[in-house]
């Protein structure tokens, strides 16, 4: 092919090749004005010099043609508005002396006094200014490029450039009747804006304080703006469903549904897809607190609704929503269905998908990684992994920073991990944890109940092990109270369900065993009904233990072996190790040595023991040190004195004084039979103050009361007073 040379080119095929430079460093309108403002800025009577200059270098770098009207609101709005006023009367007073085409040149070829330290130039240029120009600052570079752009330009270019310049500084001083209508309906709708993000920001904080009339004032003032002539109207359909929202925080449910269906109506008529998605997302809160048809029914309708969402916010791909309804689905699925293996799979989809969303910012990625972890330590509490629950709570606390929008995640991670230290005996440390848990909260109320609700639970079974009665019953009551309003989106069924559970301890304890069981049993039917597995094996362990402090061991056999059996069949390890471990104790009490002995060796309590709170631990030693003991050699007594020891060891750090005094009194029989004297002495000196510690601990409080009612108090909650 032969060659072209460039100057056989036409000249316009060249300047689209080869663009010319000397282009983007052509002296425009706008940049004189950025040349007065540069002028203005040196000056020492210039205020917020920082906001100004930071102007400067933003539209140095802005590559954009603007004219000299877009700069100056460029300016406005980047500049304090009680300094604009003085900068615009300095402006006026250096265009003013640009008069004519030799004042405008007189204007740049004074340039160079902008700078300091020039030698030749700067004596015949009038003195540099209080605070001049560094030659290499890009100020000082931008204006350096401007002078050697006047230096080359011929007198049509310069005097186009004069009469441009007047043109468009005359425009931005006195805009035509068009621009200033344009101008006003811009700020008209930024005040709209404000007063609508101001409407929505009331709201919010409203709900989260629970003050149910200011929050129906806040949205109501928001649909009458949606409706309004300056509203956005398309803002209708989430209007309603954030009146939706008010009436489930506050247990309204029917009213709450009537609002979803509204809300549905208007956003079908709009063929609004995304806020549909919304409303059957709450569609599906709800339903769990307002359904009518049979559960069975009940549960298939949840299931569906959850799937749904989740599918249509795939395609719609609205990712935060789906991430969100794949952790309800998880948790729904494993508490009140046979589906354990599809559980592991919505895991691994919702965390595909949080994964996989592309052009993701940091802050909504570190909420995909609290989502993910928060319901890995859910799934793990439920099926009774305190190892993995921790390991998933502590990897949320590390992807949750400590804004307030963060504070119910962080309030869960903490309660978590204060609950695993108890199961370990650490209760300094749980309340430390649970403290910090209660800082994180930011006014947030429902986290706030669910973290009371924690509170009240662990010391609850703090009191009861410690033999403290009268506290126990006092903060038994205390959760009864919390959960006692329905249809709160804090109070689900499983916290009602606990309170049961506390109420029947409470009654075992106090050897109230008729009230104990009926309650029970009424419980176990109603868990049944709601299918949650877990709350049915930990029914089946409470009847069975009334069985046996009745010594009634016949009629407990039933109740563990069904407890068993779902345990197997949910691998709810914790429970599992701990029902096998009462059925030994039970064989044990009937003479039924070789079951009792293969269940303390089977597989299924080997597997589950080692992940298992530090109480369960305690119980499989002494029911094994009782199983060494029924065998009636010398050998089998001396080994059941380590596992007494190392039983006793564990009741004494987790503060289960009944226990204690328990294994104290098997290991005191021991001693006795093996006419260890002086150990036996020891033991029974041991037991005898334990046993006195006991009948104190009855009807009084010790100091771990007082830290107890200081961290209710510390979320300006009413404080249990002692009587």
Not at 483 to 497: G, T
Request: proline share 2%.
């Amino acid at each position: 092919m032969e060659e072209v040379s460039s100057e056989e080119l036409p000249p316009s095929l060249i300047s689209s090749w080869f663009p010319n430079k000397e282009k983007k460093n052509a002296i425009t309108p706008n940049k004189i004005i950025m040349v007065c403002l540069i002028r203005v800025w040196l000056q020492p009577e210039c205020e917020s010099r920082r906001s100004f200059a930071v102007f400067l270098h933003k539209m140095i770098k802005d590559e954009s043609s603007k004219n000299v009207s877009d700069l100056m609101k460029e300016f406005k709005s980047c500049y304090p508005s009680q300094h604009v006023n003085q900068v615009l009367d300095l402006l006026q007073q250096q265009m003013s002396e640009m008069n004519t085409i030799d004042d405008l040149y007189d204007f740049l070829e004074r340039l160079i006094g902008l700078f300091s330290d020039e030698e030749e130039e700067q004596e015949e240029m009038q003195s540099s200014p209080p605070f001049p120009l560094g030659w290499k600052t890009s100020i000082g570079i931008f204006v350096r490029k401007m002078r050697l752009a006047f230096l080359k330009m011929n007198f049509d270019d310069f005097s186009s450039l004069f009469y441009d310049l007047n043109r468009q500084f005359e425009e931005y001083l006195n805009p035509s009747e068009e621009e200033m209508i344009k101008e006003e309906n811009l700020r008209e709708g930024k005040r709209g804006e404000e007063n609508e993000k101001k409407r929505f920001e009331r709201y919010l904080d409203c709900l989260k304080r629970r003050e149910y009339e200011g929050a129906i004032d806040a949205v109501h003032s928001y649909f009458d703006y949606c409706l309004g002539d300056k509203g956005q109207k398309s803002l209708l359909s989430y209007s309603v469903l954030n009146l939706a929202i008010i009436h489930y925080h506050f247990g309204h449910m029917e009213e709450s549904t009537q609002a979803i269906h509204e809300t549905i109506r208007i956003a079908q008529d709009r063929n609004d897809k995304e806020c549909l998605a919304y409303c059957l997302s709450w569609l599906s809160q709800i339903s769990e607190f307002s359904s009518k048809e049979s559960r069975s029914q009940h549960h298939e309708y949840r299931q569906y609704l959850l799937q749904k969402i989740i599918s249509t916010t795939k395609k719609l791909e609205m990712s935060d929503l789906a991430s969100v309804n794949y952790m309800a689905l998880t948790k729904y699925n494993l508490e009140h269905l046979d589906l354990f293996s599809q559980t592991l799979n919505e895991i691994s989809e919702m965390t595909q998908l949080n994964n996989g969303v592309k052009s993701m910012d940091a802050q909504s990625f570190q909420k995909r990684r609290q989502a993910d972890n928060l319901v890995k330590a859910t799934v793990w509490d439920i099926l009774g992994d305190k190892h993995l629950t921790s390991l998933h709570s502590q990897l949320q606390l590390q992807s949750v920073d400590s804004s307030p929008a963060n504070g119910d995640l962080t309030c869960l991670a903490y309660c978590k991990l204060a609950q695993n230290a108890v199961d370990n005996g650490e209760y300094n440390k749980s309340n430390q944890l649970l403290e910090r848990g209660g800082k994180a909260i930011h006014q947030d109320f429902i986290a706030r109940d669910k973290w009371l609700q924690v509170v009240n639970s662990i010391h609850f079974f703090k009191f009861l092990r410690s033999g403290e009665i009268y506290a126990a019953e006092l903060v038994c009551n205390e959760y009864a109270s919390l959960v006692s309003s329905p249809f709160v989106p804090s109070i689900d069924i499983s916290s009602i369900f606990h309170s049961i559970h506390i109420k029947i301890a409470l009654h075992m304890h106090c050897n109230r065993f008729d009230t104990a069981l009926s309650m029970a049993e009424d419980l176990l039917e109603r868990s049944r009904t709601e299918r949650l597995f877990n709350l049915q094996a930990s029914t089946l362990i409470y009847i069975a233990e009334i069985h046996m402090k009745s010594e009634q061991f016949v009629k407990a056999v039933p109740h563990l072996l069904s407890c068993v059996s779902i345990c197997e069949t949910h691998l709810l390890s914790s429970l599992l190790a701990w029902s096998i471990i009462l059925l030994a104790e039970v064989y044990l009490e009937l003479d039924k040595f070789s079951l009792a002995n293969s269940l303390l060796q089977s597989n299924s309590l080997r597997s589950s023991i080692h992940c298992s709170p530090l109480v369960i631990q305690g119980f499989f030693y002494q029911v094994k040190a009782m199983c060494l003991i029924m065998e009636g050699t010398k050998n089998s007594m001396e080994s059941s004195l380590g596992l007494l020891s190392q039983s006793i060891k564990i009741f004494d750090k987790v503060e289960y004084l009944d226990k204690s005094i328990d294994t104290i009194y098997l290991r005191v029989k021991v001693l006795d039979e093996l006419d260890k004297t002086k150990e036996r002495d020891e033991a029974i000196k041991k037991l005898e103050d334990f046993d006195s510690l006991r009948r104190k601990r009855y009807s009084n409080t010790s100091n771990y009361f007082s830290i107890y009612q200081k961290l209710i108090q510390s979320q300006n909650y009413r404080s249990i007073q002692v009587l």
